[in-house]
């Protein structure tokens, strides 16, 4: 199983914040079957003020590259994520278009 760590900004403001928790609450079914299609097992987004952070378990068959391909090519996706960016802010340091950008793992620790 592969893992996967990403983080995004929310634009900061309590009203936009709100209206995202609630597309979270009623997520497209067609933007769900996208995300199991392409070999998620699992997928979480947690959020802390205007900073969101995804955690995705995926198949070891997975890609983030053939995924970000897919949901270029879902016309659905490209809705859903047009929409969502209302509502996201880009990390500094990400270039132009990028969203969710991944995180490097510093700590590990399991029995």
């Known amino acids: 199983m592969k893992r996967y ?3 995004l900004d929310l634009k900061n403001n309590p009203k936009l914040i709100a209206e995202y928790e609630d597309h979270h609450q009623r997520v497209w079914p067609e933007i769900e ?3 199991l299609d392409s070999g998620i097992i699992r997928m979480e987004i947690f959020r802390w003020g205007s900073r969101m952070f995804m955690m995705i378990e995926a198949n070891d068959d997975f890609s983030l590259e ?3 391909k897919a ?3 879902n ?3 490209q809705d859903w994520e047009a929409l969502m960016w209302k509502y996201q802010e880009a990390l500094p340091g990400a270039k132009p278009g990028e969203k969710w950008m ?3 793992c510093i700590f590990s620790v399991e029995k």
């Open 33 to 35: 079957q996208s995300i």
């Open 5 to 7: 760590a990403l983080t």
């Open 71 to 73: 949901d270029q090519e």
């Open 75 to 77: 016309p659905k996706v």
């Open 66 to 68: 053939e995924k970000a």
């Open 102 to 104: 991944p995180m490097n």
